[in-house]
């Protein structure tokens, strides 16, 4: 083997005829601040010696020289070669033509260059910034600097091109056969006649062309023959592409620029390799592309459509599959088809997510329902416990879609007889189908496919005992699989990546942001789309902002973004595109409830201010207004003439300005209701708000409610409530929690609730993405009770601050005890200054269930509570929603929370993931402060019939008050203020369902729909539904604008795993005149697929467990309006 060895190397030296060094370049040094905007770092152009360009990383350089091909170079010999650091695009003649880093060294330039042609080269080069230092392990990939670069102007012999990349395949092939295989002998019989026949073992010269020529024709024709006789093992389908993180290790602006490097390389390589076929993810990289680069974006488009270049993955980015909401995953397929078809006329049926850190169990409905029929990933061989048992299976979600998937062996492969042999032995399904895929590549940070990579394409037929290997596209193989029959295996619920447990709580301030930008959204459109767009002007204005912060939205839920694995700059970037998303949504909402407010009757004495409940059901709750000063002196009054409760709203963080909640009383499902503030009439008396937390007018304080305990030094507090007996150990901890209607002790003897567990986390690689196996093992400090307070006392709730000590860490908390309700609220402020620790609030339960349960995207999904086998023992950590529940039959415990991810229940005890403090890729990942909120909800009978589902909503979906005495800003402000200031400019406070403790039946909720609305066809009166939907199971989640603009969507769900019938009960002041309602049935891109019978202004539904629904409502006004759009 060395002798072929030593004569590949002998033939890549003599690969080209001459070899002109290009080392003088007119250089420009630049800042690259934005995707087409660059600061000068030097003035003037230099003439410079390339290999001399080494000042530092994060510079750009401009090279620019003009060339001349020489005589006697006949057309397809002219190329340049590469080597040195750093990145770089090659122009030629002014547009964009390859690719240049370490991988793509060789740029072969057009065929029909020759002899006497002028050629302009110019490169813009980048130096990266080194990647961060792990500080754990070292870990860094770094990119070679921009050091000793050279260039030169090659020609190519391609007689000795040809036979060099030959002889590599030949001898590759041969080197993985057996010793004494017959073809293995054969191969290395052809390799010696060939060496034979053109090496001169210390010589320098090369064979005549002729020998050269028959010599490659021969060693072809001998492996080819081989080949044959080895007989058939397997088709492998060998698919080009390249994975472009949109961020990680680099800035959002470096992508746009590795795209033009990308997609350049492929265009200019599909030129000379005719069957070259190419696939590519990620609709906003041909949006980078089509802002940027529009003459290679024209380039695309025609590629696209012969048919040689692949569109997959229909979803806007490549995001995380664990932490948007459903309706955010709707919105990344939704923003990625229309993107795929307007620009291309096509869609993708493949979902394309090889490095998405796990993938939630409702995803297979959601693909269907966008017209997706294959899945593809790469990840799930990252697991660190159990090997994944498929390669080729029936993915089957929570409501029983199936989709066809496929795990690939890998990601960023080459094609060399190697990794033909490695993949297909890792192929688990043979005995099924004997059809592999492979895909190549350069990925992460781009570059894509190299010459080689094609070269032994070209020659795939050579490797003798290893599959066939064609060019081919991901849907040619899908669609073989598919209609071959196979019976292939299946695989229920979630594919839970057994690795990178700590992503769904690295970074919780950008997790935190997500949740809040999903829920204005959420409440921005359903006012928007109610409006009935009467003021046309204003419903485009809102609908534009809308538009724009989804695509940012979408944007930030990128796999290496929400998660909280890249660098500092991102999400220094992505705060700022929160503050941009909070602004945009703001001020649609802002919009969109004028043009509601603008619709009642808000007429009375005082100022009127409109409460919104965005929820399907009646709730009763505070709204927040900014306390001023005079606000004392103000009264505020319901639609029946009642004086309604106001109060300040303590702050969490010391030192922060209270607000002035009103409590609102009950708000209709999907309504509103008028309140008005007033001076004091003349001679009446109050307290001040500003000598403290009274009641305006004062509610008598229940003080039996309260017990500080002076005699028992472990009792700091005991609390009596309509439900519960509350008892604070002297840490502050909940020592006992009695649930006195179902007569149940809940902390077990000896334990206690509410415990802030603090860990080390030095997890073995990578640090921001892992948690430590055995973190359990090492806790790091407990929680020191430093200070406390009874904060406020009062009719309907008790608040005790407690401030604790917690390694290096402030916990400052607010434990909101309602006198006549279940949920426990713990309002959370954190100064947080640890590294390399994990910070958990644990509840210890007296309870004993098998199974725990956890919201999802649009539904929920069970998981085992103890460890029996491998698969059990490596989910000790799971990504959950706003809730998870531990049921026994008939009782269970709901934990809620208003921004995590991170749970596991485990042996009878609920834990919530509060805080990491990784150190690699961001230094300072998550130290500061930090603002959350959790909750436990104690409930008769399971999760479905409690309404917990309702309770977290409500918990994360606030009340909202609009001032339709002036044109103001939407109120309240938050009672736990998020990080940046404006998220919080719209949030309120939390409310409860009036309806969670008595099941509404069909027949009533409909009768409480008529009570709600008007029919006389004048202005509703200030207590108004607009819409209504029967039953607690089906959730009515997002209303939205029409995507064509002929008329509204809503998306619903059943939330409880059963079948359910619900009614959904609009109002008539969504009409105008004679107008009615029309509705149809649609997917989650509305494409029409039935209509659907309406009764007056009802429309009956079924649902199947967990089932999604996407419901289109146009009238012929709404139908006019689309037309004109």
Known sequence: MKAFQRFARWLEKQQWRQQLPLSRWHVKKLRYADPGVYENLTEDWSLTNVSNLADGHGTTYMLRQQVVVPEGWQPGEAAITYHGGGEGLLRLNGEPYHGLDANHWFVALPAGCRAGDELLLEIELYDPIPEPVDPLNGQSKQKPPINGISLSLVQVNQHVYRLFHTVLAVQEAAALLPEGNLQKTRLEAALKDTIARVYEPGGDAVAEPAYLVQAEADLRKAAELAGQAAGCNGFMHMVGQSHIDIAWLWPIKETVRKVSRTFSTVLALMERYPDFRYSQSQPILYAFVKEYYPGLYERIKQRIAEGRWELVGGMWVEPDLNMPSGESLVRQMLAGQRFYEKEFGKRSSIEWLPDTFGYCASLPQLLKGAGVDYFMTTKLGWNDT?????????????????????????????????????????????????????????????????????????????????PKAEYSTAKRFFDGVDASGAKLPEWHGDLYLELHRGTYTTHARNKRSNRLAEGLYRAAELWLSLSGGRDRLAFDEARERLEQGWKLILLNQFHDIIPGTSIPEIYVTSAAHYEKIMTLGNEALKLAMGMMAERLDTSGEGRAFVVFNSLGWEREGRVSLPFQPGMEELEAFGEDGSRLCMQLEPAVKQGEAASLSVMAGAVPAFGCKTIWLRERSAGETGESLAKGNKLIPSLAPVQESVTISLEYPTVLLELETDYYSIRLNENGQISRLYDKQCSRELVPDGRCGNELQLFHDTPELWDAWDIAKDYEDRPAGAQVLRDWRLLEQSGDRIIVELEWELGSSLIRQQMVVPLHERRLEFRTFADWRENHKLLKVAFPLAMNAAKATYEIPFGALERPTHRNTSWEQAQFEVCGHRWADLSEHGYGVSLLNDCKYGYDIKDSVMRLSLLRAPSWPDAAADRGEHFFTYALYPHEGGWQQAGTVREAAMLNEPLRIYDAGRQAEVHPVCPVRPVQPDIGAISGIRGTSKTDRDPIGVASEIAKVGSAVSSNGEKPGSFHSWINVTGKQVVLDTVKPAEDGSGIVLRLYESGGGRAETVIALSSHLLAGEDRFAASQVNVLEDWQSDLPMEGQTLRLSFKPFEIKSIKLTTSAMAGKGEQA
Do not use: C
Not at 410 to 439: C, I, Y
């Open 386 to 466: 159990n090997p994944f048992p498929y390669t080729l299976f029936n993915w089957v979600g929570i409501d029983g879609s199936r989709i066809l998937a496929y795990q690939n062996h890998g990601v960023n492969e080459h094609t060399r007889p190697r990794e033909l042999q490695e993949h297909w032995a890792s192929f688990g399904e043979k005995d099924k189908h004997e059809e592999l895929m492979l895909l190549y590549g350069h990925g992460d940070g781009g570059g894509g496919v190299t010459h080689e990579m094609l070269e032994y394409m070209e020659r795939s037929a050579l490797a003798a005992g290893q």
